[in-house]
């Protein structure tokens, strides 16, 4: 893992608000106009961000310490007293047990004292989840953090343990150590997908240069008048605090571009001189994104122009075009949109699917990705299914396992597939109908404590555990041959006598997902398998 001091200096870093300006024209500009006609001056005006710099952060480094438990044996009883005060109060008022001995936890070796650290996005809602590192503390006898679970802890930004700031995350959830990827594995450092959540949702900051209590109210007016009252609140002659609009909620730094390319001032001749002169860079210039941005930031009045960039040979023109026109309102958008994610040619068919679920109506963007659910690449598969997900889509079928990850189904599809993921929420994804294994396996984990097993011409498949503290003691369960009921069977947690459901064996999503490559890699499951990328932050994760 990298220095400490290292990652000190890196996060403290990322930590500092970022500032966007775009700078408004400053002089005015000389059109063209009829040859008997002398060329007028257009003043093209200042635009907001000309006269305001946006304070608006995406990610912001965090970090805190917490307590793993569950771990057999590998823990360790030491702990800084500092770190130890800290814990005896905010996990006891986690766990909500008066009765619980805090210092017994902490110095179990069935616990361990662990360093949490992530990059928390800002640019979503209140609750939104993002990945996490756990890192046991240097020093300790911590061997392993393999099987355990994360106890409910917050997250501050780095450098702030100490410090009486508020805290920005929680985080909690099972301990995630990758077995996928080749080399050693560091069992000492793990994850915890999806594990930690954004407890306020960020507002924008726009910051005048100058104070001027006319400039703040102009600018005010402006972004009420376009956006809706309640956008833009000035609060001093220097400052104006925004609101993301809902029709922007997905697309927080979108908003922040369009904000900062709003001009104040408009007259007719210069917001036509404006389109044209935007729609001339989108067609030509090397940054499009910048000219799209400005089209929709002068808003439905371009909708002509920028319609006629869809007849474009140049399919990146088409795609700003037509994502311009979707968030603008217009339907030629989303079906420009749409022939783009179709185009089996086409490089930018996530993009403009990623368009179509941001911006266009739910029944359009479940219709579309729908259909992509059938194609043949399987990247498009993922996108369409990754969409669907999120809009809480019928087609996809979910299911909490054992409090930890989610098995979904997705059986409009003659594909058959098994997709892991190993950022974001833990969930194991089986595409196709129902998808059995052969009637000859055997599969056991590296350490040899679970064995699936199942001899030619058996009816049932036998699933067996050995017990982590000891060996000699073994726990067997049956299953059928459908995959996700060998996976409940796996992963579900032993019921009590009382209780009613299916029982498993408590073997954890990262144990689970090995085993799955295995069978896979052996031919007992005629499906592909495909792990999802690690999660993308700085922090990452040495293998020896």
Partial sequence: MTDRRNTKTVCAAGILVAVFFISGCGKPTNISQEPSKPAPKIDTGATIGSLAEVFSSELIPVEGYGLVGGLSGTGSAECPAPIREYLKRYVLQQLGDDKVKMDELISSLDTAVVLVQGVMPTSGQKNQFFDLMVTALPGTQTTSLEGGWLYGTELKAVGGFRIAVKALAAAKGPVFIDTLSPG????????????????????????????????????????????GNGTARAVSPSQIELKVPAAYKKQKQRFVSIVKAIYLTETPEATKERINTFVRKLAASEDKYSSEIAL???????????????????????????????????????????????????????????????????????????NLLR??????????????????????????????????????????????????????????????????????????????????????????????KRPSVMVQLKSSFELGDIIQTLCEEPLKKTEEGHRGLNVSYAEAIALLKQMCDKGAIEAEFIAGSLPKTDLNIKRK
Avoid: M, W
């Fill in 296 to 370: 929709e930031a002068l808003g439905k009045e371009s909708i002509s122009k920028v319609s006629a960039l869809l007849n474009s040979s140049e399919e990146r023109v088409r795609l700003g075009a037509a994502r311009c026109l979707l968030n603008l309102g217009n339907d030629d958008g989303l079906n420009a949109l749409r022939k783009i994610a179709s185009d089996k040619d086409s490089a930018y068919r996530i993009e403009a699917l990623e368009a179509i679920t941001t911006s266009a109506s739910r029944n359009d963007a479940i219709a579309i990705s729908r």
């Fill in 184 to 227: 050693e594995i560091d069992k000492k450092t793990g994850y915890i997908l999806g594990g930690g959540t954004v407890l306020s949702e960020y507002n924008i900051n726009l910051g005048l240069r100058q104070p001027d209590y006319k400039n703040a109210s102009l600018i005010t007016n402006k972004l009420n008048g376009r956006f």
């Fill in 375 to 468: 194609d043949s690449d399987f990247n498009i598969r993922l996108a369409a299914y990754e969409n669907l997900r999120k809009l809480d889509d019928i087609a996809v079928s979910q299911k909490l396992i054992a409090r930890s990850f989610y098995l979904e189904r997705i059986a409009q599809t003659e594909y058959k597939g098994i997709f892991v993921s190993r950022s974001g929420q833990p969930r194991i994804v089986l595409f196709g109908a129902s998808i059995y294994c052969d009637d000859n396996i055997f599969v056991q984990s590296a350490d040899g404590s679970i064995t699936i097993n199942a001899p030619p011409g058996e009816k049932y498949v036998s699933i067996i555990r050995k017990h982590p």
